[in-house]
């Protein structure tokens, strides 16, 4: 009797534990936090450590690509906004001009033309359009960073997004603003890391193009050797060569969108060579243009003109030399330096002013409003006003760029991005 209670009383308690067991294992709590109780061990362990560090960094470089999308640089929208508006415009200008008339000379290249004792420069030259002066003005430009050869900029990553600005189509694009002017197209004797324009043989300068000016680095000798041995080159030229530059460009047939019946010959179609025999670049009047980086030549050149005025007024061939300077343009002078991107001195100023020299400057937001270059707006407001106070011939002041209204000290006037 005692056995079989016994069997009864066991047979009941391990019913009951078997029933326990079977309602812990289905209940889902109990398995949720056994999974929790397994993760925070396994989170514990150096690979977890390990899976949380790296799940931290994806997860932030992740929000900083989206906080950086979402943020973009305002000022960077809005210079592009005008470089583009101002890429259309020159090109619409360019096309219009070339329509009335296409009938002349590619660019020429020519490679290291001599100058001031040892110093080469290579050089584009681009004849007349029109024989209305018979040849004797020359226009001389001086580019800026990254203006170079086409080819040169097409093969560099970053440059090529600015081919349409090259050399060469910046000497065609001046030749058919300034029809009755010789083009020339001074290259930098230097343009490091292929970007940097470097005048060393017009100014001293560092690496990036900064200049040290001086009271003379013979910079107006070392051009005037540059145009005439210009004008050299192209009389020895042969006829064959400079008529099949003249074929090449009619084969172009001028830019697209340009038809045949907008064409308007120039009066010198008949003779397209008219200006090759009594050509003279460095006997002529001169007008100097400056852009950007190019701007530093012609503020060398004023030291230069003070120079000769002051010290040596009685070296009679650099008083005419300085003479023939007509016109100088500074069209948006930058460069990387931290002063000097404008002349403010009073003494050299006072000099151009006498020198009765038709002066044009024309700017944009993209230098004289640049917060991290204050200066740079801060010299040409002195440059300016200083200019017209001492009489200068100041002819064109343009504060605005492309349409873009950027106030600044001078007056205002509209540039339209004409070179005119």
Same mark, same amino acid.
């Given at each position: 009797?005692e056995r079989?209670?016994?069997?009864?009383?066991?047979?009941h308690g391990?019913?009951?534990? +078997?029933?326990s067991?079977?309602?812990?294992?289905?209940?889902?709590?109990?398995?949720i936090?056994?999974c929790l109780?397994?993760f925070?061990a396994?989170m514990?362990?150096?690979?977890?450590?390990?899976?949380?560090?790296?799940?931290?960094?994806?997860?932030?470089a992740?929000?900083?690509?989206?906080i950086?999308k979402?943020?973009p640089?305002?000022?960077?929208?809005?210079?592009?906004k005008?470089?583009?508006?101002c890429?259309?415009?020159?090109?619409?200008?360019?096309?219009?001009?070339?329509?009335?008339?296409?009938?002349?000379?590619?660019?020429?290249?020519?490679?290291?033309?001599?100058?001031?004792?040892?110093?080469?420069n290579?050089?584009?030259?681009r004849?007349?359009?029109?024989?209305?002066?018979?040849?004797?003005e020359?226009?001389?430009?001086?580019?800026?960073?990254?203006q170079?050869?086409?080819?040169?900029?097409?093969a560099h990553r970053d440059?090529?997004?600015?081919?349409?600005?090259?050399?060469?189509?910046?000497?065609?694009?001046?030749?058919?603003?300034?029809?009755?002017?010789?083009?020339?197209v001074?290259?930098p004797?230097?343009?490091?890391f292929?970007?940097?324009?470097?005048?060393d043989?017009?100014?001293?300068?560092?690496?990036?193009?900064?200049p040290?000016?001086?009271?003379?680095?013979?910079a107006?000798?070392?051009?005037?050797r540059?145009?005439?041995n210009?004008?050299?080159?192209m009389?020895?030229?042969s006829?064959r060569?400079?008529?099949?530059v003249?074929?090449?460009?009619?084969?172009?047939?001028?830019?697209?969108?340009?038809?045949?019946?907008?064409?308007?010959e120039?009066s010198?179609?008949?003779?397209?060579l008219w200006?090759?025999?009594?050509?003279?670049l460095?006997?002529?009047?001169?007008?100097?243009?400056?852009f950007?980086?190019?701007?530093?030549?012609l503020?060398?050149?004023?030291?230069?003109f003070?120079?000769t005025?002051?010290l040596t007024?009685?070296d009679e061939h650099m008083?005419r030399?300085?003479?023939?300077?007509?016109?100088?343009?500074?069209?948006?002078?930058g460069?990387?330096?931290?002063k000097?991107?404008?002349?403010?001195?009073?003494?050299?100023?006072?000099?151009?002013?006498?020198?009765?020299?038709?002066i044009?400057i024309?700017?944009s937001?993209y230098?004289?409003k640049?917060?991290?270059r204050?200066?740079?707006g801060?010299e040409e407001?002195?440059?300016?006003?200083?200019?017209? +106070?001492?009489?200068?011939?100041?002819?064109?002041l343009?504060l605005e760029?492309?349409?873009?209204?950027?106030g600044g000290?001078?007056?205002?006037?509209?540039?339209t991005c004409?070179?005119?």
């Amino acid at each position: 009797m005692e056995r079989s209670h016994n069997l009864h009383s066991s047979f009941h308690g391990s019913f009951r534990s +078997k029933e326990s067991s079977s309602t812990t294992g289905s209940d889902p709590r109990e398995k949720i936090k056994d999974c929790l109780r397994k993760f925070i061990a396994f989170m514990f362990t150096q690979v977890g450590v390990g899976a949380l560090v790296v799940c931290y960094a994806i997860l932030g470089a992740a929000s900083f690509m989206h906080i950086e999308k979402d943020s973009p640089d305002m000022q960077l929208v809005k210079v592009i906004k005008w470089r583009q508006s101002c890429v259309e415009q020159l090109w619409g200008i360019t096309n219009n001009n070339v329509c009335r008339g296409v009938n002349t000379m590619l660019p020429v290249r020519l490679r290291r033309v001599s100058g001031y004792e040892g110093r080469v420069n290579d050089v584009i030259f681009r004849p007349a359009i029109s024989d209305a002066a018979r040849g004797r003005e020359t226009l001389v430009f001086f580019g800026g960073d990254v203006q170079d050869y086409p080819e040169a900029m097409q093969a560099h990553r970053d440059n090529r997004h600015y081919v349409k600005w090259n050399l060469e189509s910046t000497a065609r694009m001046l030749g058919e603003n300034f029809v009755d002017k010789h083009i020339v197209v001074v290259r930098p004797s230097r343009i490091e890391f292929k970007s940097f324009s470097c005048y060393d043989n017009f100014v001293p300068s560092n690496n990036a193009g900064v200049p040290d000016h001086t009271p003379t680095h013979h910079a107006l000798i070392h051009l005037e050797r540059l145009l005439k041995n210009v004008s050299i080159r192209m009389k020895t030229m042969s006829e064959r060569e400079l008529l099949d530059v003249l074929r090449d460009v009619s084969a172009e047939g001028g830019l697209e969108g340009c038809r045949p019946a907008e064409r308007q010959e120039p009066s010198s179609a008949r003779d397209p060579l008219w200006w090759r025999e009594s050509l003279a670049l460095d006997e002529g009047s001169i007008s100097l243009v400056g852009f950007s980086k190019g701007c530093v030549v012609l503020n060398q050149i004023i030291y230069e003109f003070h120079y000769t005025q002051t010290l040596t007024p009685g070296d009679e061939h650099m008083m005419r030399l300085s003479g023939r300077i007509s016109d100088m343009y500074w069209l948006d002078g930058g460069h990387a330096g931290g002063k000097n991107t404008w002349l403010t001195a009073r003494s050299l100023l006072e000099t151009i002013a006498t020198r009765g020299v038709n002066i044009y400057i024309h700017v944009s937001p993209y230098q004289i409003k640049d917060e991290s270059r204050p200066w740079i707006g801060r010299e040409e407001k002195i440059f300016s006003s200083l200019l017209k +106070k001492l009489g200068a011939k100041v002819l064109g002041l343009g504060l605005e760029f492309c349409g873009q209204r950027s106030g600044g000290g001078g007056g205002t006037a509209t540039h339209t991005c004409s070179p005119n």
